[in-house]
Every structure is written in C-alpha cells, then in structure tokens.
C-alpha cells in the first residue's frame, strides 16, 4: 500500500495509452457522446478534438467555475504531445486555448467537478493539500467514494437524521441531500475559512437561499451557522470542534440516526476525541450508526483507531472496499467503508445487530 508521502510519478511520462484512458474515462462518460464505434484511442482523440475540447476545458460549466490551471494545462499539454508524436495535426482550437491558459494568472481559489448520480456537484475549494492550517480546503479520495456510495445506497440514508463529522466543502451532504431525502442532515466542521466556503458550495449546488447566521467559533457549545430546508430536508451547519466540546451538550441539539465521516482517521492524536464524540452520540440509540470512509495510507493507522475504538464498545462491519486512482493516476490508494455501532450485548447478538444494518 502507497504511503501519502511517497512521491508520484510526473503525468509526462505515461504513455498514451493511460492519457486517453483518462481522458475517456473522467471526461467523457458522463456526458451524452458515444465512442465505443471507434477501434483505437489515437483515432478517437485524433478525430474528435473539438468535441473532448468542448466537454472538458471549454466546457461551460468549467468557463463559470474554472478548475485549477495547472491541471488544464497538463490535460491539454499531454493531448498536444501525444498528437504531435504520431503526427496528426493538432486543431487550432486546442492550440489557442493552452496558450491562453499559459498567459492567464493562476488563483489559489478553484473548483472542482463531480459527477454524481445524473449530475455534477461543482465544489468551491484551494488548490494545496494544507491551506491556512486546515487540511479541509480540498475534497479528498474517501469524500469522493463516500458521496458515490450515499447515492447507491440512498434507502440507507432515505428519511434519516444524519450528522456529518468533518464535512469540509461539503460533497457528501451535497449528495445525501440531492438523492437521498434525508429528515435532517448536520453539516459539521470547526475551521473558520472551511464554513464560509461550505455555505458558499451549499448554496450554489442546492439552490435554496437558506438563513445564515455566522458565528465565530468561541466556546464549547456548537455554533449554528445556517437553518434551513432543501426539499422536505432540514439543513443545518454546526461550529462543531470535537476536542473542546463538551459531551453533555451534543445531544441538546443533535439527536442522529447516523453519523458520516471522510478521511478523519489520519492523526493518532485526534483519536481519543473522535471516538469519545461517537461513543456518546451512538450508545443513546442502539439503531444508530456511524458510516466511516477511510483512505488507506498506511494500513497501521487504521489498525491503531480500530483497535482503540474497540476498548469503547464500539465495533466496526466493512461495508466496501474500493480501489481507485489518484489526481495523477499513476499509483493505487484504496478506500474503506465502515459501518461503526456501539455495542451493548454479547457477541453473538453483536454480529447480527451489525449485519442487520447491510
């Protein structure tokens, strides 16, 4: 299993065969145009450059919410020379729009756009793994898998009331709220500049105008940052820390059915405060369950949260496991999904009160 520190290889280096690969797959799967009459990749990019020109960089969706530079520029970049390298001439269209790229200032402000269920999801976020002290700027591989699998699985999630731990930008709630018709759904997260570009995604993907009230984060009472309705579904945001809240005041506000988390399981540190705040909102209600979607970095870490969360009473039942690829798809990660219950009876009826939820 790859390390998050392990370098990755440069996107120049693969071959054509994985650049079209891409192409094919994250781009145009999701939009109504047919390649499977085409034989060979070379030919399909070859013969349809202004169509995969308009459905990516040209697209107007990325127009309105632009996705970060340099990812366009490798994407174009990468089309340019595999074209060149076989000699076919390289549309006038393409040229342009990689040299305007070129000749226009990045921002450290960019979206990114998922395609879920029947349509896309367009997240507001910063372009750094760590942005101003938070790690919460960027949707990462567990969030992406998690949103997916509350699509497919939405009579899970179907009339629920559902608190989100570490929401960050949003995607999951997004889609929980945009498929699965939940009761309520909590939107939770503590770092300032994360919850104003959250209320920003919500607004923009839902298309609601909700009641907002911002509140700086100042004691250890959860903040309500937004009140609201999407649909039939109540939409809350919270200014919820885990290692300053006080457990006795979860449960004047918040009463889940079930818990969603992505990619939290990363820091040994924060351990003991994320399975204190599951214990105490999954042991009032033995139906309840936390769904956890965990990145696979190091096999270890995980082996140290599961093992410490079971001193708790708490056990977990995998749900799914994926393997995928990352931003620069050269190398494998995998994502697990837990479904996560705190245990109050004997073994055998422990087993069966977690399958019972699958």
């Given at each position: 299993?790859?390390?998050?520190?392990?370098?990755?290889?440069?996107?120049?280096?693969?071959?054509?065969?994985?650049?079209?690969?891409?192409?094919?797959?994250?781009?145009?799967?999701?939009?109504?145009?047919?390649?499977?009459?085409?034989?060979?990749?070379?030919?399909?990019?070859?013969?349809?450059?202004?169509?995969?020109?308009?459905?990516?960089?040209?697209?107007?969706?990325?127009?309105?919410?632009?996705?970060?530079?340099?990812?366009?520029?490798?994407?174009?970049?990468?089309?340019?020379?595999?074209?060149?390298?076989?000699?076919?001439?390289?549309?006038?269209?393409?040229?342009?729009?990689?040299?305007?790229?070129?000749?226009?200032?990045?921002?450290?402000?960019?979206?990114?756009?998922?395609?879920?269920?029947?349509?896309?999801?367009?997240?507001?976020?910063?372009?750094?793994?760590?942005?101003?002290?938070?790690?919460?700027?960027?949707?990462?591989?567990?969030?992406?898998?998690?949103?997916?699998?509350?699509?497919?699985?939405?009579?899970?999630?179907?009339?629920?009331e559902i608190l989100e731990l570490g929401c960050g930008l949003g995607l999951n709630g997004i889609a929980a709220l945009l498929y699965c018709k939940p009761k309520q759904y909590y939107f939770t997260d503590v770092h300032d500049?994360?919850?104003?570009?959250?209320?920003?995604?919500?607004?923009?993907?839902?298309?609601?105008?909700?009641?907002?009230?911002?509140?700086?984060?100042?004691?250890?009472?959860?903040?309500?940052?937004?009140?609201?309705?999407?649909?039939?579904?109540?939409?809350?945001?919270?200014?919820?820390?885990?290692?300053?809240?006080?457990?006795?005041?979860?449960?004047?506000?918040?009463?889940?059915?079930?818990?969603?988390?992505?990619?939290?399981?990363?820091?040994?540190?924060?351990?003991?405060?994320?399975?204190?705040?599951?214990?105490?909102?999954?042991?009032?209600?033995?139906?309840?369950?936390?769904?956890?979607?965990?990145?696979?970095?190091?096999?270890?870490?995980?082996?140290?949260?599961?093992?410490?969360?079971?001193?708790?009473?708490?056990?977990?039942?995998?749900?799914?496991?994926?393997?995928?690829?990352?931003?620069?798809?050269?190398?494998?990660?995998?994502?697990?999904?837990?479904s996560v219950q705190y245990l109050i009876s004997n073994n055998a009826a422990r087993t069966h009160q977690v399958e019972e939820f699958i």
């Amino acid at each position: 299993m790859n390390n998050s520190n392990e370098k990755h290889k440069n996107s120049n280096d693969l071959n054509p065969n994985v650049i079209l690969n891409k192409i094919k797959n994250e781009f145009l799967t999701s939009v109504p145009f047919r390649y499977s009459s085409i034989k060979n990749q070379v030919e399909f990019v070859a013969e349809n450059q202004n169509k995969i020109l308009n459905k990516t960089v040209s697209h107007k969706l990325n127009k309105k919410f632009p996705v970060k530079k340099s990812f366009q520029i490798d994407f174009l970049k990468n089309i340019i020379r595999m074209l060149e390298s076989i000699n076919v001439e390289v549309n006038e269209l393409v040229y342009k729009e990689y040299l305007k790229l070129l000749n226009t200032k990045d921002s450290d402000i960019h979206f990114s756009h998922f395609f879920i269920g029947n349509k896309y999801i367009s997240i507001k976020g910063k372009g750094n793994i760590i942005s101003d002290g938070t790690t919460g700027l960027v949707v990462w591989e567990a969030a992406k898998i998690l949103a997916h699998y509350c699509v497919k699985h939405k009579e899970l999630f179907y009339h629920k009331e559902i608190l989100e731990l570490g929401c960050g930008l949003g995607l999951n709630g997004i889609a929980a709220l945009l498929y699965c018709k939940p009761k309520q759904y909590y939107f939770t997260d503590v770092h300032d500049e994360v919850l104003e570009y959250l209320l920003y995604n919500i607004s923009q993907n839902l298309n609601e105008k909700f009641f907002t009230k911002f509140e700086k984060h100042q004691d250890d009472i959860p903040k309500i940052l937004l009140n609201g309705m999407y649909g039939l579904s109540n939409v809350t945001i919270l200014n919820f820390a885990w290692e300053t809240l006080k457990i006795s005041k979860i449960d004047e506000i918040i009463k889940p059915d079930l818990i969603l988390a992505a990619d939290v399981i990363y820091d040994l540190s924060t351990f003991h405060s994320l399975i204190n705040v599951l214990v105490e909102l999954l042991k009032k209600n033995e139906k309840s369950r936390a769904i956890l979607s965990c990145t696979i970095r190091n096999i270890s870490t995980l082996e140290a949260f599961l093992n410490h969360m079971h001193k708790y009473n708490l056990q977990e039942f995998l749900l799914t496991s994926v393997e995928t690829w990352s931003l620069n798809f050269d190398y494998k990660c995998e994502v697990k999904i837990f479904s996560v219950q705190y245990l109050i009876s004997n073994n055998a009826a422990r087993t069966h009160q977690v399958e019972e939820f699958i």
